[in-house]
């Protein structure tokens, strides 16, 4: 009864464009189409069903990355005369920073709440480099037991900067003041930020570069700049109160300083994580306009459309044209060819012979 232009452009307006569907099914009506949203839902779930091996080969893909970022976010979930706090978690894999070939993939998880147990069931058996937040759930993961081996933790240095940058950045200071008083713009702030700035500058040059040629600059320019800093943070330390605003953001730092040092030690790791803030901004948007996940099952399906169109995004595909060809395609194509419709694999086959990818 949908033919795959229809099923496409269903799940691209709601996940990709945040279109709830009972804004859709308004619009359907008015042009002649009168469908309920159940049977829409429905029509979401039979896409998620058969784009499914698609995305077990994309998360395999990320999931075999030397280096993740990740991060999380919360969606309201519809409850019992409530709506509960669930969460979005994201895990990016972009090798770009370090000159690395692999083709950049996203991929999302729903869990009810944000116990660490969640991130911890999704790497589960990952070794590699895990760009995070200082959010203590990922910590067990940072251990000796860790499977094989312990994953390599790397602090995200914006998180830290925000924390000194709203000291000395008077929007920032004068949210959540109380009415007629003056915010206070903190000079030492400023201070610790323009040394932290120094460090973003020099690795502003070396992104791209090689694994070897950013560890060699960071070794020769980064690392005298990170001494530095650290100096300042440990005199500082000394002389404010604990509970000093600028204490506190030097505090975030140097609780965890070899988390935030590691990426002096191995070229591939970023001095953010805002691989990983990115994609979220997505669902964050989409929170404005369609307002919760319905169930656990529909959170499930937003987790697999939202990796998927933002894998499609992170490869400069266009997700509309690759869901309208892959909804057109897959039930046809043999096992062993599955991995041409990924979306980097997609986009070189369209670029290569159009009538390749059809045949």
């Given at each position: 009864m949908f033919g795959p232009h229809f099923l496409a452009d269903l799940v691209f307006q709601k996940y990709g464009l945040h279109q709830p569907l009972n804004s859709q099914r308004d619009r359907l009506e008015a042009e002649g189409i009168p469908l309920s949203i159940s049977t829409l839902a429905d029509q979401v779930g039979a896409?998620?069903?058969?784009?499914?091996p698609i995305s077990l080969l994309n998360?395999?893909?990320?999931?075999?990355?030397?280096?993740?970022?990740?991060?999380?976010?919360?969606?309201?979930?519809?409850?019992k005369y409530k709506a509960e706090v669930a969460r979005i978690w994201d895990y990016v894999r972009d090798d770009t920073p370090f000159g690395g070939a692999a083709p950049p993939a996203l991929m999302c998880r729903y869990s009810r709440n944000r116990k660490g147990e969640h991130p911890r069931a999704h790497l589960a058996g990952y070794t590699g480099i895990l760009q995070v937040d200082r959010y203590a759930?990922?910590?067990?993961?940072?251990?000796?037991?860790?499977?094989?081996?312990?994953?390599?933790?790397?602090?995200?240095?914006?998180?830290?900067?925000?924390?000194?940058?709203?000291?000395?950045?008077?929007?920032?200071?004068?949210?959540?003041?109380?009415?007629?008083?003056?915010p206070l713009i903190s000079p030492l702030a400023r201070?610790?930020?323009?040394?932290?700035d120094?460090?973003?500058?020099?690795?502003?040059?070396?992104?791209?570069?090689?694994?070897?040629?950013?560890?060699?600059?960071?070794?020769?320019?980064?690392?005298?700049?990170?001494?530095?800093?650290?100096?300042?943070?440990?005199?500082?330390?000394?002389?404010?109160s604990r509970k000093d605003p600028v204490a506190e953001a030097i505090a975030y730092f140097l609780n965890d300083w070899e988390g935030f040092t590691t990426f002096l030690e191995d070229g591939r790791i970023c001095l953010t994580n805002n691989?990983?803030?990115?994609?979220?901004?997505?669902?964050?948007?989409?929170?404005?306009?369609?307002?919760?996940?319905?169930?656990?099952?529909?959170?499930?399906?937003?987790?697999?459309?939202?990796?998927?169109?933002?894998?499609?995004?992170?490869?400069?595909?266009?997700?509309?044209?690759?869901?309208?060809?892959?909804l057109a395609r897959i039930a046809d194509i043999p096992q062993n060819r599955l991995h041409e419709l990924l979306p980097w694999t997609w986009k070189t086959l369209q670029n290569s012979d159009p009538a390749k990818i059809a045949a």
């Open positions: 896409v998620c069903a058969a784009l499914k998360d395999a893909h990320v999931l075999a990355a030397e280096r993740l970022h990740a991060d999380d976010t919360t969606v309201p979930r519809l409850a759930g990922f910590n067990e993961m940072f251990k000796e037991g860790w499977a094989d081996k312990a994953m390599t933790r790397a602090n995200c240095w914006q998180h830290g900067r925000r924390k000194l940058f709203v000291l000395v950045d008077v929007a920032s200071q004068l949210k959540g003041k109380k009415k007629g008083k003056v201070e610790g930020l323009e040394m932290i120094q460090i973003f500058a020099a690795e502003r040059n070396i992104n791209g570069e090689s694994a070897d040629e950013r560890l060699r600059v960071r070794k020769e320019k980064v690392a005298p700049l990170v001494d530095q800093l650290k100096a300042w943070f440990d005199t500082q330390r000394k002389t404010l691989a990983a803030e990115r994609p979220l901004r997505s669902v964050a948007r989409g929170r404005k306009s369609w307002g919760f996940v319905g169930s656990d099952r529909g959170g499930e399906r937003a987790a697999m459309l939202f990796s998927l169109i933002g894998t499609c995004r992170l490869n400069d595909v266009d997700p509309l044209a690759w869901l309208t060809d892959v």
